[in-house]
């Protein structure tokens, strides 16, 4: 077990409330669920002009290759820290998305980005009910950096459940220009796929969202680290 495994396992110990020394007939693991891909950097700015970045919503990835499940807990556990990689948007791209003074007519005006966890729990026709979140951190200071935020409080996730990531105002974590085999989904309903405006991120525990509009060829830029609940080995 590395330095880093040991720490985070030390981290949710703490969090959890439980003993740091786990009993000798049990054992954990720490896992990333959709581990970052060094090679896929999130697209802003662009080879033109453009910074491409999410806005308002909840999203997960739906699929990279063959891999359909890679946001999906295979095991029960909590999620102690999640790592996004982030664009770089000049000044000017950074204006217009979070407003304020300077910022043209046509800025949407989404605040100061940041981002956090939501683990979902997938429901029927393409629903998913929000059943833990993270708190929310501000990312401007890291743009052009891959970072890793640990939560101030572990948040539990069952086997089987989605590893979301949110951000109620924008974040530069999109990666574009992928085959067409990747592909990602948004807590947005039929008909409003197009639309940046509308508040559709899952902020609340129980809140129930479509995940309808299927965006191909991009991929939202992180990874989920969490350790699993300790299992008593078979007699």
């Known amino acids: 077990m590395g330095v880093m495994q040991r720490r985070l396992l030390r981290a949710a110990a703490v969090s959890c409330g439980l003993a740091l020394t786990l009993p000798a007939a049990a054992s954990a693991e720490v896992l990333e669920v959709g581990k970052l891909d060094p090679q896929v950097k999130s697209s802003c700015p662009g080879p033109v002009p453009k910074c491409f970045a999410v806005a308002r919503l909840t999203g997960y ?72 979140q993270s708190e929310a951190f501000k990312v401007a200071d890291y743009f052009g950096s891959t970072v890793q935020f640990a939560l101030a409080k572990s948040i539990p996730v069952k086997k089987g459940q989605i590893i979301a990531i949110t951000s109620k105002t924008w974040a530069p974590i999109l990666a574009v220009g992928l085959g067409s085999d990747t592909s990602w989904r948004a807590s947005r309903e039929k008909g409003t796929c197009q639309d940046s405006v509308q508040q559709v991120a899952q902020l609340k525990e129980n809140q129930l969202a479509q995940y309808y509009c299927l965006y191909r060829t991009a991929r939202l830029n992180y990874s989920a680290t969490m350790v699993t609940d300790p299992v008593k080995p078979k007699k």
Do not use: C, H, W
């Not at 095991?75 to 000044?91: E, N, T, Y």
């Not at 300077?102 to 429901?123: D, F, H, W």
């Open 61 to 132: 990835q739906a699929k990279v290759g063959t891999n359909r499940g890679l946001m999906a807990a295979t095991k029960d556990g909590r999620i102690v820290a999640f790592s996004v990689g982030l664009g770089k948007p000049g000044p000017k791209q950074a204006l217009f998305f979070s407003g304020g003074k300077g910022a043209p007519a046509n800025s949407p005006q989404y605040g100061e980005p940041e981002v956090q966890i939501t683990v979902l729990n997938p429901r029927t026709n393409l629903r998913s009910r929000a059943v833990a």
